[in-house]
């Protein structure tokens, strides 16, 4: 079934609802009174904020702190949510297809994310994680925690692949997630981390390095660097010219890529599936916009990081506003990376790593700011980055 507008009203076909999106969604009431319907189309009715993930696997946040429903905001405003994965994008026709029909548009704009595609062989019986999409993230607790719990005096171990940002967070958060939720088991767990490069997060100044690695190393975290992984099975992950690795859960925190439905529907990307589109986000062909890790921004290589979709928000809430006014090209404003943004890591122990620029702090202080920005970002819906005064409730867990 093909849904139309009504009396004549244009229409706003909103595909995802990932971060570069609320700042849209909480426009629809301004929309609504221009005569435009809002559609959005996501296979889930909430969006797990990916910045606050780690906490909740370290059990430093509920995992209800970490929720947007997205769902709640889109109908409360006026607007239409479909709990639809989207199968194709046609832009000659102007029709998304999903499982549940077909969606019609005047002017879309897709935000659905990246996922980590396993590089290298995996088992069918090996059990396995991905750094994104997030919404299964807060399962891996429970999922070390029950083999810790049937493994008799047998270690547990889990194996990260891939030495960013990622894989330091999920590590040390997992670390601090089973000491404090099976605290009798936390001694049988083995965590490891594999890189092919020779240090952790190596494109971080050397300082934040450093304190990365000594963090992790601290709580018996190991380091396999200059490591090349070459296949997962359900016992190890095999490693090129070196011993094999037990793993009983593999966790990937390698590279980024966009979702299949780009690349796979003809619209014009890049070689990992990103949806090609200029500084304005907005694509050549066709009235089609694009914001946060699904898109590539001619002529920029960004780093895929939360603060590029919750800034390209606000250029996409004006630009796509613009366009269903009939402005001129002269009139969409151009996302302007900052050269040097803030980023805080969560080590998981209740500390982090601020760094801007050059600039490398360390401590509690820079987490509880990370906890305050966070928090205000999901209670707004995705439309404060300033930090909150108070944080995010805190789970009721054994110390």
């Known amino acids: 079934m093909k849904h139309a507008s009504r009396n004549g009203a244009k229409r706003l076909l909103l595909i995802g609802g990932g971060h570069a999106h609320l700042r849209?969604?909480?426009?629809?009431?301004?929309?609504?009174?221009?005569?435009?319907?809002?559609?959005?189309?996501d296979g889930q009715s909430q969006l797990?904020?990916?910045?606050?993930?780690?906490?909740?696997?370290?059990?430093?946040?509920?995992?209800?702190?970490?929720?947007?429903?997205?769902?709640?905001?889109?109908?409360?405003?006026?607007?239409?949510f479909v709990q639809s994965p989207v199968t194709k994008i046609d832009q000659v026709r102007r029709v998304v297809e999903t499982e549940q029909g077909e969606h019609?548009?005047?002017?879309?704009?897709?935000?659905?994310?990246?996922?980590?595609?396993?590089?290298?062989?995996?088992?069918?019986?090996?059990?396995?994680?991905?750094?994104?999409?997030?919404?299964?993230?807060?399962?891996?607790?429970?999922?070390?925690?029950?083999?810790?719990?049937?493994?008799?005096?047998?270690?547990?171990?889990?194996?990260?692949?891939?030495?960013?940002?990622?894989?330091?967070e999920l590590s040390g958060n997992l670390a601090e997630g089973i000491r404090r939720r099976y605290p009798h088991l936390r001694d049988r767990l083995e965590l490891t981390i594999v890189t092919r490069g020779s240090s952790l997060v190596p494109r971080m100044p050397q300082a934040?390095?450093?304190?990365?690695?000594?963090?992790?190393?601290?709580?018996?975290?190991?380091?396999?660097?200059?490591?090349?992984?070459?296949?997962?099975?359900?016992?190890?992950v095999t490693l090129h010219g070196r011993t094999p690795l037990p793993a009983d859960v593999t966790v990937f925190c390698t590279g980024l890529t966009a979702p299949s439905v780009i690349s796979t529907s003809g619209l014009?990307?890049?070689?990992?599936?990103?949806?090609?589109?200029?500084?304005?986000?907005?694509a050549a062909d066709a009235p089609v916009y694009g914001g946060g890790d699904c898109i590539a921004i001619d002529q920029l290589h960004l780093d895929r990081i939360g603060v590029h979709a919750v800034r390209q928000s606000e250029i996409l809430a004006h630009n796509v506003t613009q366009e269903l006014a009939h402005g001129t090209e002269a009139a969409l404003h151009r996302y302007n990376p900052p050269a040097a943004p803030l980023l805080i890591l969560n080590l998981g122990d209740g500390t982090g790593v601020f760094l801007k620029g050059p600039r490398v702090i360390h401590g509690r202080i820079p987490y509880r700011l990370k906890e305050r920005i966070d928090w205000a970002?999901?209670?707004s819906g995705g439309t404060r980055i300033r930090p909150a005064v108070?944080?995010?409730?805190?789970?009721h867990l054994p110390r």
């Not at 059990?59 to 997205?70: H, K, Q």
């Not at 963090?215 to 359900?234: F, K, N």
Request: glycine residues 8%; aromatic residues 4%; positive net charge.
């Open 24 to 41: 849209l969604m909480s426009l629809i009431p301004t929309l609504m009174s221009r005569n435009v319907e809002v559609t959005v189309l």
């Open 48 to 80: 797990f904020y990916s910045g606050m993930m780690p906490a909740v696997v370290g059990g430093l946040v509920t995992i209800e702190a970490a929720r947007i429903p997205i769902a709640e905001i889109v109908t409360r405003h006026g607007g239409r």
């Open 104 to 168: 019609t548009w005047d002017v879309a704009s897709i935000a659905i994310g990246s996922r980590v595609e396993p590089p290298i062989p995996v088992a069918p019986d090996a059990v396995t994680f991905s750094a994104k999409p997030v919404a299964r993230l807060p399962n891996l607790v429970s999922t070390v925690g029950e083999m810790l719990e049937r493994g008799g005096n047998r270690p547990v171990r889990v194996v990260f692949i891939g030495g960013g940002a990622s894989a330091v």
């Open 208 to 236: 934040a390095q450093q304190i990365c690695h000594d963090s992790l190393m601290r709580r018996g975290i190991r380091l396999y660097a200059d490591a090349i992984p070459q296949a997962v099975t359900a016992t190890e």
């Open 268 to 282: 014009a990307h890049r070689e990992d599936g990103a949806l090609a589109v200029s500084d304005t986000l907005r």
């Open 377 to 379: 970002f999901v209670r």
């Open 390 to 395: 108070l944080g995010p409730p805190r789970p």
